[in-house]
């Protein structure tokens, strides 16, 4: 089971970044999915969450309506659409999956797969 973030990168404030995260190893039509964050000296902390479906997706207030999680299912992969970056967004972005069918998936502890992080940086 592997997890391949991708899509970070540096941008002013004002701008957008969509992150994608492949799935490959499992069916990940079966997972709960998220993206965490953790910006430097602080916790990892979820950003937003979304069930296997992508019917029910949850954020973590700093990014509603800013912040689109969406999944294909089909293309085994998840993406997290970022609009109106601010400097306090500036992270290492992790995708996760997890088995639980549960609703708001919010600890890391919930999650069964970890993908490697994606550097997003915005400057004022």
């Known amino acids: 089971v592997q997890l391949q973030a991708s899509g970070g990168g540096s941008v002013q404030a004002g701008g957008s970044l969509r992150l994608s995260c492949e799935a490959s190893g499992y069916s990940f039509k079966f997972y709960s999915m998220a993206w965490f964050r953790q910006a430097p000296g602080e916790d990892l902390t979820v950003v937003a969450g979304?069930?296997?479906?992508?019917?029910?997706?949850f954020y973590e207030d700093s990014v509603k309506g800013r912040f689109t999680i969406s999944r294909d299912n089909a293309k085994n992969t998840g993406y997290l659409q970022m609009n109106s970056l601010k400097p306090e967004d500036t992270a290492v972005y992790y995708c996760a999956a997890s088995l639980s069918a549960a609703g708001r998936l919010e600890r890391t502890q919930d999650y069964d797969y970890w993908g490697q992080g994606t550097q997003v940086t915005v400057s004022s």
């Open positions: 979304i069930n296997w479906d992508g019917t029910i997706p």
